[in-house]
């Protein structure tokens, strides 16, 4: 007997018709003896599309004052989908049962629109399972101490599946995609990109966070918390995917680079001219967390010597936007910053790998495969496994293939 945790994304689920495909397939891949926890995202785009509806209301619905009402209206897409999953179950003869997060244990901080699983409270699930059932999960959302619901951030149905495969110590956690596994770039900007056997949870954490949507970065952290090894794989073949685990057993670790990952959802952010002084990066960044809103690159210039006037230029995710202008104009005015500048039309493309560590070449390759591109570098930021450069958004997917081409050209 085994306890297997599966995910099916939103494009596994987008009709009818693929909700009774992926129920006949974990049909006849169950062993009999096996219990069986389905984690399923909303169908197609029902997402974007609930986003859409909330736009109609107010063309920046991602302001704060709207975010409960966010989460209410976004975890309807999952409900609709765990419903018809069960019913595609029962109708093919299985027992089967819809929970939604806060149903199948799911606590949360009450951060809404980019909650933080707190616990989980499984008793349901394994009550649930233990009469038989198929149980089918709603991803992407649980619930805050006051029975709020809460949503885990895009991608979200990534991190409800393998915290419930922590949570229930499951044997195998697969999250079931529209792509084999996970590739050394997003297969849709990088045609030759190649379908990687194993990857390190460190690697892919980096990834995820840079940009390469196919895994919610906390799922990634979940993971490795638990120690359960990630099986990403597609839903419309039975190839074996990608395993995310905490070290190689069957690649070559010689690599330099292990990926290239990009992001198009991010906006640049300049005060100028601020003074110079103890404690004004503090109030600028202080009052972004307050709201918060997560800062990502961050560069101050010394723009004027003799005036002692500075600039300080970060980014941040395009979501954030809205809020951050309000945080930022209040914040720039209070530390008489001569003016703010917004830009949207950036990108940020980055390469990540363990392998680069001690290797000073690679990012000097990496601004070399740019400028040969033609490509101007913006910012440029720096982790441990990883370099990245802001870009213009109409330099992306050349920028991203120049720079594949230089790391894994055969
Ligand atoms: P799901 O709805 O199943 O959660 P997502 O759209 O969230 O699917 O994630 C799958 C997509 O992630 C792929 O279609 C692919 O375009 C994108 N992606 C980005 N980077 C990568 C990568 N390095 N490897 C595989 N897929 C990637
Ligand atoms: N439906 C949510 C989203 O589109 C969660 C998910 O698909 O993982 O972001
Ligand atoms: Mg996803």
Partial sequence: MALIVKKFGGSSVATTEKILNVARRILSEKNPDDKIV???????????????????????PYRAQYSREMDMLLTTGEQISIALLAMAFQKLGHHAIS????????????????GRILGIEPARVIEELNRGNIVVVAGFQGADKFGNPVTLGRGGSDTSAVALAGALKADECEIFTDVDGVYSADPRVVKNARKM?????????????????????????????????????????DKIGTIIR?????????????????????????????????????KIFAALAYAN????????????LERNITDMVFTIALNDLPEAKKVINRVAEEINAATVLIEEDVAKVSIVGAGMLGKPGIAARMFGALASADVNIDIISTSEI?????????????????IH???FAD
């Fill in 38 to 60: 389905v984690v399923v995202s909303a169908m197609g785009d029902a997402t974007d599309n609930l986003i859409t509806l909330a736009e109609g209301i107010d063309n920046q």
């Fill in 405 to 407: 081409d230089e790391f």
């Fill in 99 to 114: 929970l939604t997060g806060a149903m199948a244990g799911m606590r949360t901080n009450s951060v809404h629109t980019k």
């Fill in 293 to 304: 809103i997560d800062v990502d690159m961050i560069v101050q210039s010394i723009r004027n």
């Fill in 197 to 237: 056997r194993e990857i390190t949870y460190r690697e892919m954490l980096e990834l995820a966070r840079l940009g390469a949507g196919v895994m919610q970065p906390r799922s990634v952290e979940m993971g490795q918390y638990f120690n359960i090894p990630i099986h990403v794989r597609s839903t419309f073949n």
């Fill in 386 to 402: 990883s370099v990245s450069c802001l870009i213009k958004a109409s330099q992306l997917t050349e920028a991203v293939n120049a």
């Fill in 246 to 282: 905490e070290d190689y057993t069957l690649e070559d670790k010689d690599f330099e680079i292990r990926g290239v990952a990009h992001d198009q959802k991010v906006a640049k952010i300049a005060v100028l001219g601020v003074e110079n002084v103890p404690g004004v990066a503090h």
